[in-house]
């Protein structure tokens, strides 16, 4: 907890300095994996339960946010999902995986 010139607890300015620490390991991840955050990514993979029927599609999702293990995408129509680091370049480059 930070204290104020005075002594007191001070939450506000707690909040300002973690905010500030996510936002630069935010920027830090995104300099490392080279995606931004909002960037629009086209993802291919497989559709369908029966492996006669599944079609390779391409989805957009939106970049939302970067972790140290994983990226979270939302897809055009509200869909949220996380795959890992290698799995998200794989699907990048268009291999054929499941994104779940």
């Known amino acids: 907890m930070h204290k104020n010139n005075e002594g007191y607890a001070d939450p506000t300015a707690g909040k300002a300095i973690n905010g500030v620490r996510r936002e630069e390991y ?42 140290k293990h994983n990226i979270l995408l939302e897809s ?11 799995k998200f370049h794989e699907m990048l ?4 995986l499941k994104p779940w």
């Open 26 to 67: 935010q920027k830090y991840l995104e300099e490392l994996h080279g995606i931004k955050r909002g960037k629009i990514v086209t993802l291919i993979h497989f559709t369908g339960e029966d492996r006669r029927q599944e079609t390779l599609r391409k989805y957009k999702y939106r970049v939302v946010e970067l972790h």
């Open 76 to 86: 055009m129509s509200g869909f949220k999902f996380c795959p890992d680091w290698p």
């Open 93 to 96: 480059k268009g291999a054929t």
